[in-house]
């Protein structure tokens, strides 16, 4: 036996499984992108995401994705993954939103007889939309993939930032058409809008352009959405249909219910390749937004650079875990990562909130605001991974109150909806500032979310504010939510004063945060309703839902709305008589039951209580760390964690509001989470990834190692912080930034000696009144 030979081929062995590893980390982060998660719930009687599964790129202006419905209501994606016939492939999309909206400009290629209308789902044949199945479906960040089964047609679709690039395989030698439908939308009258379509056009400009544009009213006033779309093979004829009157070889057609049947050759089995280039401002900059994104023909090529794209964005955060982890984790990046979106066309133009048309120097005009949702952590995520971003997107925000007066409150195409209660654009602002973010003013963000705290708007009579110090349910509806929310805002207003050495600002508003206090009953042990006569509304029920109005609750009950005081947790333990019944309260909290019939449409994803399917709950696991048993947090973080996310359809307990619900997973996944969005403090809760990495701007990472990560070892036995035993129960912006390593060790059991102290507990500003200096 020749030893040396042996050894030779066993070091060429390792070499080559060494080799093998290594390539295998440096494999793209993409593929574990799964776009098909929160597209649908395996019980369709629950909430799942609400996500759309189509090409689109980080924070751009086009989704372009598939829809299931004619109408899209619910899912407000549009693509629901139960549903078995797709209607076409519109160009704009939202993510995660219990409302539905936009899904500009459809297409569909059909062969044989081209009808003009979708049809019903339940008759095949009764219309253009066509059955498809998931086993010939695929999709990844930037694109998508789907074969019609009436058609027998391969649609491919991919994605610029004001683009959207489709490649349709037809079967040879059969007729070829494309529908155009200007008139798809949720044409539907909801509680408090109108969608409508008031004008339309299509135009054939030649036999390879088609250019038009739609007017509409919805969730957003007077959009406007222009197009050109151009073919890479010649047209051979055009139907242009105005509602139920069909025109031949006609070149315009304008009105409020217009389509169009695009004729082509029957061809040898070759791709017909569509680019559409897409604007809200006007039709030239739409045909210059496709000129310089997507002058070319190289379908392949667009959809390398989108995966190259979003794999930078990916790259953020490095981890280590099992797949199904990943997959969940970086898809949940892909969700936060694809929303506010740049509105600002290639030149920089974009429709402001007053309908004129501004120029942003920077080419940066950010809208989709889901603002009760996000700034609770994925604002707090994008001030960790998107600094630059943060601020183009707080520049976005100033301009509105240029125009209104006041900061968005839900923001959609640039126009506010007034969807939700609060004006959370002030923490937003608030906590990029008190991080030292840089890119924008901060005289004129104080002066911004000053006005906005004083300044009367839909859903914020400061006149009653100051003048009861809460606000009356006879006077304002979902008069609870709103006080504990107003009251958290002010807090965050009051902290910017701190900054800025404003003493009589900073003492007045910290004295407003203090207003929640008005409405707690020690009887019942709950914050509850007011009238302006200051007595109690009657009879009261903590399990009773309220939606968005008729209710002293927004989207919630009692118990969920209870603990809406991250400002001043330690009051709130002080208002029920200290840790050991606010304890026991939590302990209720996580295991009482609904009452049956109590329960609505707003609330979903259930541990006692708790519904992780809506964002009131979001940060209550982690209240244990603030009154000595951080074990609990640990215990029910995990359970969270390994029991609400999948990386399926139904991934998500709920809708994913943009980003919010990643969020959650992504900073609760690494080990800590913002439970006061704006105080740069994290509650450590339970992680369990193997090791995550955060690249932090300026070359600096953070590094959380987690030992004996497992759903069995949900319990922190012990932690180590740059090497040194670790004993708070939580972390700040300062140790993240400054670089580091945290490593916890992790149990079956909890270690009911760490983090108990009162110094180990997050820090709670003082609520008290002293002036400044």
């Known amino acids: 036996m020749d030893i040396s030979k042996t050894f030779a081929r066993i070091f060429a062995l390792l070499l080559l499984v060494s080799t093998v590893l290594n390539a295998q980390d440096k494999q793209s982060l993409t593929r574990y992108v799964n776009p098909f998660i929160g597209t649908g719930a395996v019980d369709q009687s629950s909430l799942s995401g609400s996500n759309f599964p189509g090409a689109t790129l980080p924070f751009g202006f086009v989704q372009l994705s598939p829809d299931t419905q004619d109408n899209p209501d619910n899912p407000a994606s549009g693509y629901d993954y ?70 027998d047609v391969n649609a491919e679709l991919t994605a610029t930032e004001h683009t959207g690039f489709h490649r349709y395989t037809f079967p040879s030698g059969k007729p070829a058409h494309v529908i155009i439908d200007l008139n798809h939308s949720l044409n539907k009258k909801r509680s408090y809008w109108w969608c409508k379509i008031l004008a339309a ?38 139907k242009m249909v105005n509602g139920q009157r069909v025109y031949d070889n006609e070149t315009v057609v304008n009105g409020t219910n217009v389509k169009s049947v695009l004729d082509f050759n029957p061809g040898d089995g070759k791709p017909l390749l569509v680019k559409v280039g897409l604007s809200a401002v006007s039709l030239e900059n ?18 390398g650079k989108a995966d190259e794209k979003w794999e930078r964005e990916l790259a953020r955060v490095s981890i280590e875990g099992t797949d199904q982890q990943k997959q969940i984790f970086y898809t949940g990046l892909y969700h936060a990562f694809t929303q506010p979106n740049n509105m600002a066309d290639v030149n920089g133009d974009y429709q402001a909130t007053d309908f004129t048309i501004h120029n942003a120097s920077n080419k940066k005009h950010y809208s989709t605001f889901s603002l009760w949702d996000t700034y609770r952590a994925a604002h707090p995520l994008y001030t960790l991974l998107q600094r630059e971003r943060t601020a183009d997107c707080i520049n976005s925000m100033f301009r509105q109150y240029d125009t209104y007066g006041y900061l968005p409150i839900w923001q959609l195409w640039g126009d506010e909806n007034y969807c939700m209660i609060g004006n959370h654009a002030i923490p937003v602002i608030a906590d990029a500032a008190l991080k030292g973010i840089k890119g924008f003013d901060v005289n004129k963000a104080y002066e911004a979310v000053k006005a906005s705290s004083e300044r009367i708007h839909p859903g914020s009579p400061f006149d009653l504010w100051e003048k009861y110090k809460y606000m009356p349910e006879n006077l304002q509806s979902q008069s609870v939510s709103i006080t504990l929310e107003m009251a958290y805002d002010d807090w965050c207003v009051a902290q910017l004063a701190r900054k800025l050495g404003k003493a009589a600002d900073y003492n007045r508003f910290m004295l407003r945060s203090q207003y929640y206090k008005n409405l707690y009953d020690k009887q019942s042990g709950f914050f509850r309703a007011k009238n302006d006569d200051g007595k109690w509304v009657s009879p009261f029920n903590p399990l009773q839902y309220g939606g968005n109005g008729g209710n002293p609750y927004t989207e919630g009950n009692a118990w969920q709305y209870f603990w809406y005081v991250p400002q001043d947790v330690e009051g709130l333990i002080a208002l029920v008589g200290g840790d050991k019944t606010f304890i026991e309260k939590l302990d209720k909290f996580f295991t009482l039951k609904d009452l049956p019939g109590e329960v609505n449409g707003n609330a979903s994803g259930f541990i006692g209580q708790y519904a992780h399917g809506n964002e009131p709950s979001h940060h209550v696991a982690y209240l244990y760390n603030y009154a000595g048993q951080p074990w609990k947090t640990q215990l029910y973080v995990a359970r969270i964690l390994n029991e609400l996310y999948n990386n399926s359809s139904s991934g998500y307990s709920g809708n994913e509001d943009c980003g919010q ?51 069995k070892n949900p319990y922190i036995q012990s932690v180590k912080l740059n090497g040194k035993a670790y004993s708070k129960t939580f972390l700040t912006q300062s140790d993240l930034e400054r670089g580091g390593t945290i490593e916890f060790t992790m149990g079956p059991q909890p270690n009911k000696n760490w983090g108990v102290g009162k110094v180990s507990r997050p820090p709670v500003t003082s609520p008290g009144l002293a002036s400044l200096r």
């Open 661 to 711: 619900m990643s969020a959650w997973y992504i900073f609760s996944a690494m080990g800590f989470y913002p439970v006061n969005p704006a105080s740069s403090v994290y509650a450590i809760g339970s992680p369990v990834l193997a090791k995550a990495v955060i690249h932090l701007d300026g070359g600096k990472d953070f590094t959380v190692v987690t030992k004996n990560a497992s759903a």
């Open 201 to 238: 056009e299509i135009r054939k400009v030649d036999d390879r352009t088609i250019e038009g544009y739609r007017v509409l009213t919805g969730w957003a006033r007077l959009r406007k959405v222009y197009f050109r779309a151009e073919f890479s093979s010649p047209l051979s004829s055009v």
């Open 82 to 151: 139960n549903d078995k016939t797709i209607v076409g492939f519109s160009h704009t999309h939202l993510s995660g939103t219990g409302v539905s909206d936009l899904f500009d400009v459809l297409l569909m290629p059909v062969t044989g007889e081209a009808k003009t209308t979708p049809g019903d789902a339940d008759k095949p044949g009764s219309g253009y939309r066509s059955r498809f199945s998931h086993s010939q479906e695929s999709a990844k960040p930037g694109y998508y993939q789907v074969r019609l089964l009436d058609y």
């Open 286 to 303: 739409a045909r210059e937004n496709l000129r310089k994104e997507n002058p070319a023909w190289d379908f392949d090529a667009v959809a």
